[in-house]
Antibody, heavy 116, light 107 residues
C-alpha cells in the first residue's frame, strides 16, 4: 500500500525556519517525481514545488522561491522541505504527493503555523 | 501562469442527482488535467487523470471530458459518499495550478 506521511510541522515565529519530512512507503520513491502542495485550512490547494527522481531538477512556485528548498534522500525514501524566512502567509497544511502527470497519491499533510 | 477557473464554487444536490463541475483554463492545456476529491481533514484523492481516464477503484459514476481549455467532471448519480470538495489541476506548465474548488453539499 502506498503511503506518504508528513512530519515536522508546528508553530514558528515569522522569520523562522522549519524542516518538513515526507516518509514514503509501499513504493520505490526513486522512481517518482515528488511534490509539495499546501492548503490554508478551509481554502484551496496550491502547488509549491516539484523535485524529479534524482533531485537534479527542482521547480518552485514564485511565492516560495529563494526561501524554500526541496530535497530528497532516495536511500531513505524521504522527501524534505526546508522552509526559511517564514511569513504569516505560509501558514498552511503541507502535503507531499507523488507523480509526474499530476499527483496520484498524497499524504494527509502537516500543519505549519507562522505566528508570533 | 495558467489560471484555472472552476465553477460553481459550491452546489447543493440530492442523492441521485446528476452533477456537473466545469474548469476553464486561461490557455490551452492539451489533455494535462486531473480531477481530485477531498473530504475534510483528508488527503486529496485522484478521481480522473488526463481529462477522462478513471483512476482505478473509482466508481464509474464519475467521468471527465473536455479538451483545450474547457473541461468537465460529471457525477452521474450522486451518492452520499460523494459529498466533498472537488478540484481540477492543470499540469501542462509550471506553476501547476488548481481550480478554486467546488464544494458539493447535501440539499
Amino acid at each position: 500500500e502506498v503511503q506518504l506521511v508528513e512530519s515536522g510541522g508546528g508553530l514558528v515565529q515569522p522569520g523562522g525556519s522549519l524542516r518538513l519530512s515526507c516518509a514514503a512507503s509501499g513504493f520505490t520513491s526513486a522512481n517518482y517525481w515528488m511534490h509539495w502542495v499546501r492548503q490554508v485550512p478551509g481554502k484551496g490547494l496550491v502547488w509549491v514545488s516539484r523535485i524529479n527522481n534524482d533531485g537534479s531538477d527542482i521547480v518552485y512556485a514564485d511565492s516560495v522561491k529563494g526561501r524554500f528548498t526541496v530535497s530528497r534522500d532516495n536511500t531513505k525514501n524521504t522527501l524534505y522541505l526546508q522552509m526559511n524566512s517564514l511569513r504569516a502567509e505560509d501558514t498552511a497544511v503541507y502535503h507531499c504527493a507523488r507523480g509526474s502527470r499530476g499527483p496520484d497519491y498524497w499524504g494527509q499533510g502537516t500543519l505549519v503555523t507562522v505566528a508570533s | 501562469d495558467i489560471q484555472m477557473t472552476q465553477s460553481p464554487s459550491s452546489l447543493s444536490a440530492s442523492v441521485g442527482d446528476r452533477v456537473t463541475i466545469t474548469c476553464r483554463a486561461s490557455q490551452g492545456i492539451r489533455n494535462d488535467l486531473n480531477w481530485y476529491q477531498q473530504k475534510p481533514g483528508k488527503a486529496p484523492k485522484r478521481l480522473i487523470y488526463t481529462v477522462s481516464t478513471l483512476q482505478s477503484g473509482v466508481p464509474s459514476r464519475f467521468s471527465g471530458s473536455g479538451s483545450g481549455t474547457e473541461f468537465t467532471l460529471t457525477i452521474s448519480s450522486l451518492q452520499p459518499e460523494d459529498f466533498a470538495t472537488y478540484y481540477c489541476l492543470q499540469f501542462n506548465s509550471y506553476p501547476w495550478t488548481f481550480g478554486q474548488g467546488t464544494k458539493v453539499e447535501i440539499k
